[in-house]
């Protein structure tokens, strides 16, 4: 369902048998703000109604309070990961094959899907769905001047739409987000026959009312207004507005033009507990405009975050999420001073920030931490940040963790490997063949995070191998073992050397142990 026009259909499915147990709610945030008032009601009282019935409701952080109240239970939906991306760009190489490359000039007929594919792979990290398939589709049409998405967007639009109909989409974005935002009932008159070629072209779509034009992607919408308001500036309304549209408005404003008032006007408000302004700001470090006045203030105020123990831990993670997804390679001075702090916390978001800005300078002392460093967390922060590395160096000290490292150190490099799909994949598949049972046993650890067919099978196949207790070739020629009863009768001490060790062995086999 999409909330704003179906939202009334659901109690009309009341009665009609098990199809209906599950009821959807899509595009809770595309509600607009003024009409959420009664959101909350409506969940309460179709939950009384329907009292069988399953809901499942999407919508934004900013109302989760809203679904706690509503006895909903939030759910953040999990990013995609490189095998996700892997997939996908398997699965639209084929399709592009099939459905558009035939309609295509020769020359753009001829691309190479495998190494658009290789090329693409490493960049898409992190990246939104939505990002994800515009940087794909303008990698193959041939259209793609950056990787910045209102330079992806912008291609995108080109393709759609002529300059005559790009001009009525800006004008019905911003009555669009007006009227979302701030409840403003008129705005920029359009012309009719635009607006119906814009819905002709899947760029619009009517809404519950007449006088509604709403966008199939609420993202094209917020840009296209952006692109609107960057010659006159964010109304104040819009910039201080709770709503994760009006939050993709302003990353688009901010990438085409300097936002320096809207983060001035925003840190004015900050809370000293959450610094919410400041990590919404972050948010639009990495697409930012060529010469922007306000992103030294940003990454400054991160820089405090991160730097200041008596923080959060979770407040610093988040301060450390937004430098890495800014892509801001400047960090890596700041994480090197970190990797060297008392405070292990400290040391594992210095760990994670140097993997995650690719910093591949640091794998020396990562190498170091991991040899060294007492915390247990702090060196799977640093196995975590050589896989994500992946250079040889970093590699080869994973491998030589997993085949000759204690049983943690094995544990901890096993759990690494599934981060680098290159190599990692294979090497814990390769230690499954190993004659060291710890070194097959840390692989299967592995294995649990990757994902694939593959690994499943081998896991599966795993299972049953091991319903074997005795090694091949063991002395006690078990291959089964019932159970063990731990009978009654005198204490009796074992010497804590080998032969008592030994002993205990075998007095537990012969008399306790029922075996096949």
């Not at 109302?63 to 109240?69: A, C, D, G, K």
């Not at 026959?193 to 899947?202: R, S």
């Not at 610094?275 to 940003?298: N, P």
Request: neutral net charge; aromatic residues 6%; proline residues 4%.
């Amino acid at each position: 369902f999409q909330a704003e026009d179906g939202i009334r259909d659901l109690v009309r499915s009341r009665g009609l048998g098990d199809v209906y147990k599950r009821q959807l709610l899509d595009g809770l945030d595309e509600i607009p703000l003024y009409q959420r008032a009664g959101l909350e009601i409506f969940l309460r009282n179709f939950r009384t109604a329907c009292p069988g019935v399953q809901i499942i409701a999407a919508g934004e952080p900013g109302q989760m309070t809203l679904f706690r109240s509503a006895g909903l239970v939030p759910a953040p939906i999990a990013p995609w990961t490189s095998l996700d991306f892997s997939f996908y760009l398997r699965n639209w190489s084929r399709a592009w094959r099939q459905n558009i490359a035939p309609r295509l000039p020769r020359r753009l007929n001829d691309i190479d899907s495998t190494l658009i594919n290789a090329w693409l792979l490493p960049g898409l990290s992190g990246l939104t769905p939505l990002e994800c398939t515009l940087r794909v589709w303008s990698a193959y049409a041939g259209d793609l001047r950056s990787n910045s998405l209102s330079d992806m967007l912008e291609a995108y639009l080109k393709r759609m739409l002529s300059p005559p109909e790009q001009n009525t989409a800006e004008q019905v974005a911003i009555t669009w987000i007006e009227q979302f935002l701030v409840d403003k009932k008129t705005g920029p008159e359009a012309n009719r026959d635009m607006i119906a070629e814009l819905i002709d072209a899947g760029i619009c779509r009517p809404g519950s009312t007449s006088r509604r034009i709403t966008f199939l992607c609420p993202a094209v919408g917020a840009f296209l207004a952006a692109k609107a308001f960057s010659g006159s500036g964010v109304p104040t309304q819009i910039v201080h507005a709770s709503s994760v549209i009006g939050e993709t408005l302003l990353r688009f404003y901010a990438s085409l033009a300097d936002a320096g008032d809207a983060v001035r006007s925003r840190l004015q408000k900050e809370d000293p507990l959450t610094q919410k302004m400041i990590l919404s700001c972050a948010r639009w470090l990495k697409d930012a405009s060529a010469g922007s006045t306000w992103k030294s203030a940003v990454l400054a105020g991160l820089a405090q975050i991160l730097s200041k123990e008596e923080y959060a831990y979770g407040l610093r993670l988040r301060a450390l999420s937004a430098l890495v997804h800014a892509g801001e390679r400047n960090a890596s001075q700041l994480f090197m001073h970190m990797l060297s702090r008392p405070n292990p916390h400290t040391r594992i978001l210095a760990a994670l920030g140097l993997g995650g800005i690719h910093h591949e300078e640091a794998v020396t002392d990562l190498i170091m931490t991991i040899r060294n460093d007492q915390n247990v967390l702090v060196r799977q922060a640093c196995t975590l940040a050589l896989s994500v590395l992946g250079d040889d160096r970093a590699l080869e000290t994973l491998g030589r963790l997993l085949l000759q490292g204690n049983e943690q150190a094995q544990s901890l490099a096993a759990s690494a490997l599934p981060c680098n799909i290159d190599e990692g994949h294979q090497m814990l598949r390769d230690a499954l063949e190993m004659k060291k049972a710890g070194v097959r046993r840390a692989a299967v650890l592995g294995l649990e995070y990757v994902h694939t067919s593959w690994a499943d099978t081998h896991l599966e196949g795993l299972k049953l191998e091991d319903e074997r207790c005795g090694l091949k070739g063991s002395p006690t020629k078990v291959h089964n073992i019932k159970n063990i009863t731990l009978a009654g009768g005198d204490l009796k001490l074992y010497e804590n050397q080998n032969e008592g060790i030994k002993t205990l062995i075998r007095d537990i086999m012969k008399d306790y142990v029922e075996v096949e």
